[in-house]
């Protein structure tokens, strides 16, 4: 069955680093999303993406983050100067239509 | 707008006992719904979900959900528990307000669900 994978599953970094979180959707999937899990609290959503641009963001998506399809099947997530507070699960998903499938997330340790 | 309300964040019930997790939510349009289950360290399994067809879905493990309209309710229910039910259950609506094109998904803030031997 196809499956959304990310990598990798944790990844720790000191504040200020600049960090890549990867996934690969679904082959045949158009529209793409990360989410994030801070410990203990909702799952939020940060930003759509279809047809090589941003389609919808949230107000947790600043000019810290952004978002590539660089090779037509991997989609990242770029924080450029990550704070003790991005510590958190982030989580990929892809969809073709209403249902999206979610990769296993990558586990962001802020130190 | 859409919203998710899950009533209880934190529910416990007795091993072989029924389960009932609750949700209601609120859509401009007829929404979808889903049910995801997220075990410790894990990432998101989809236990059901609903589309507009079969308001009673049925999911993986014995669980079931209910759409009713005129509640906006979407609640989940095991008929019995078992251990390995143990986990955080997040309901999550899915709405494109241009009727096609990208899905914004909604998740409610989770209920932790903790079964008693």
């Known amino acids: 069955e196809p499956e959304v994978t990310q990598t990798p599953s944790h990844q720790v970094t000191q504040m200020g680093q600049e960090v890549i979180l990867r996934c690969v959707p679904i082959s045949n999937h158009l529209y793409f999303y990360w989410y994030r899990q801070i410990l203990g609290q909702k799952v939020e959503f940060l930003v759509s993406f279809y047809n090589n641009e941003i389609s919808e963001k949230s107000e947790i998506f600043d000019d810290q983050f952004s978002v590539e399809r660089p090779d037509g099947s991997n989609f990242t997530l770029k924080i450029r100067s990550t704070k003790l507070e991005d510590s958190a699960m982030y989580f990929c998903?892809?969809?073709?239509?209403?249902?999206?499938?979610f990769g296993q997330g990558t586990r962001l340790t802020v130190v | 707008a859409q919203s998710v309300t899950q009533l209880d964040s934190h529910v416990s019930v007795s091993e072989g006992t029924p389960v009932l997790l609750r949700c209601n939510y609120s859509s401009s349009y007829s929404p979808s719904l889903f049910w995801y289950v997220q075990h410790p360290n894990k990432g998101l399994q989809l236990l059901l979900k609903y589309t507009s067809a079969a308001t009673l879905v049925k999911g993986i493990n014995g669980f079931e959900a209910e759409f009713k309209k005129s509640e906006t309710s979407f609640h989940l229910t095991k008929p019995s528990a078992h251990m390995s039910d143990a986990a955080e259950y997040f309901c999550?609506?899915?709405?494109?307000?241009?009727?096609?094109?990208?899905?914004?998904?909604?998740f409610g803030k989770g209920t932790k669900l903790s079964v008693i031997p």
């Open positions: 999550v609506v899915s709405q494109s307000d241009s009727g096609a094109g990208s899905y914004q998904l909604t």
């Open positions: 998903a892809s969809n073709y239509w209403a249902e999206a499938f």
